[in-house]
């Protein structure tokens, strides 16, 4: 692990990878909070309210100002899974140890940032109506487009089909949701995140007592998460399928194949070369015969959701190639299963993937997150054992894995018109 621990206090640590390598830096804070599927949109409006504004300035006031000159961001992402819903607060920009301003040194960026976690714009108890309301119905414009966005309509139909005993949830929210959301519920959930146990971490070359003393600051109330993530893939099923009618020119085939893979565990490596067989890249199956040999779509791919473990297939095309493509999807599994693919192609996806991997060490961003997403995971983030996983995939090992995979679900979007 590249991270090293420090102390803060009794409860808490902070994780740093101290490295010259950049000329920039990045602080990740990590709120995890027990996941709950009816809180996701509340929790997604909660973090586009506290970056609007504080009390004291407004987000933007603060980032525009020293974005230009120091490269200075603040964000939240807002990630549910089936373990944990995790809030994940980040601060980076040009290192201030590289310029002589009084108003960007670590101790000012932590001041701004202060303002906005931890002193919101609150009056009695609920968040400024204007901030609140103009948060609301921003977030609840962006949910019910993407709502109404063909592909994504697909690919959430294709979850929502899923078995009831199945964690299944949109990560952006339900438009429904916004019924039953108040002023008053938000804040009462931005206390539950003040309440919620937390990971720091930070990546650069930054001053270690100017760090600690920030954190010990501004986080001295928190208890450090400590627990490791255990992540329920999505289980096998019986096979469903739906099928929706729009007036759209191109139609969507969306198919969900169930693997059950936990993240970082065994066969991990399997399913992400499997993936890059099917339809990873530009020298996969699904693009090589359903594109430059049948013509029948001009975009197919497929995606690897590591937190679930499925496996989606993805084609636009128009509605008369439905049933061949479906078709053809099948059988480049079935190709797969039984070893259709060179020992020169799998070396090459070897290699790429080995290459990937190693690319995130070259971004600050990706390599703060990676190594965060491997302690909370329980795993060894160290380059000669990431290729050892790698070499232990074999042509027998992804014949073996494919055997496994199985098509629970497919969901096409039907375009309306003449027949």
């Not at 373990?83 to 201030?96: A, K, R």
């Not at 019924?179 to 804040?187: D, G, P, Q, R």
């Not at 993530?229 to 099928?243: A, C, G, L, N």
């Amino acid at each position: 692990m590249l991270l090293k621990k420090y102390k803060i206090n009794d409860n808490l640590n902070y994780y740093y990878y101290q490295t010259k390598k950049y000329k920039s830096f990045s602080v990740k804070i990590y709120f995890l909070l027990p996941f709950d599927k009816e809180k996701i949109t509340i929790r997604n409006l909660l973090k586009d309210i506290l970056l609007y504004d504080s009390k004291k300035y407004s987000s933007t006031e603060i980032i525009n100002k020293k974005r230009e000159l120091y490269n200075l961001k603040v964000g939240i992402n807002s990630t549910p899974m089936n373990d944990t819903h995790e809030y994940c607060l980040t601060i980076s920009g040009t290192n201030p140890k590289f310029f002589n301003d009084e108003e960007y040194t670590l101790d000012k960026v932590f001041e701004y940032v202060n303002e906005l976690i931890f002193n919101p714009n609150v009056i009695n108890n609920q968040f400024d109506d204007h901030s609140y309301q103009m948060c609301f119905n921003r977030y609840k414009i962006a949910l019910k487009t993407a709502l109404e966005d063909k592909n994504y309509m697909a690919h959430n139909e294709s979850i929502e089909i899923l078995d009831e005993d199945q964690n299944k949830f949109s990560q952006l929210g339900k438009i429904d949701d916004f019924e039953k959301i108040t002023n008053e519920l938000v804040y009462q959930e931005y206390q539950e995140l003040m309440n919620s146990k937390i990971i720091i971490s930070c990546i650069g070359d930054l001053d270690k007592n100017i760090i600690k003393n920030n954190f010990k600051k501004y986080f001295s109330n928190f208890n450090e998460f400590k627990e490791k993530i255990k992540m329920t893939p999505t289980k096998y099923q019986e096979y469903r399928e739906k099928v929706i009618e729009l007036k759209t020119e191109q139609s969507i085939l969306v198919m969900n194949f169930a693997t059950e893979v936990e993240k970082f565990k065994e066969d991990y490596f399997n399913s992400l070369i499997f993936n890059m067989l099917l339809g990873g890249d530009a020298s996969s199956k699904l693009f090589r015969i359903l594109r430059e040999k049948y013509g029948y779509c001009y975009e197919v791919y497929s995606a690897n959701d590591v937190n679930s473990g499925l496996i989606t297939v993805y084609v636009g095309l128009d509605k008369s190639n439905i049933d061949n493509a479906i078709t053809l999807i099948l059988k480049q599994i079935e190709d797969i299963k039984e070893g259709n693919f060179t020992k020169t192609l799998l070396n090459e996806l070897l290699e790429n993937e080995y290459t990937r991997v190693s690319a995130i060490y070259d971004n600050i961003q990706s390599t703060l997150s990676r190594e965060i997403s491997l302690y909370l995971y329980n795993r060894d983030s160290s380059l000669r054992l990431l290729k050892s996983d790698i070499n232990k995939v074999s042509k027998e090992s992804i014949m073996n894995f494919a055997n496994r995979v199985k098509h629970i679900n497919t969901v096409v979007i039907k375009s309306k018109g003449d027949e």
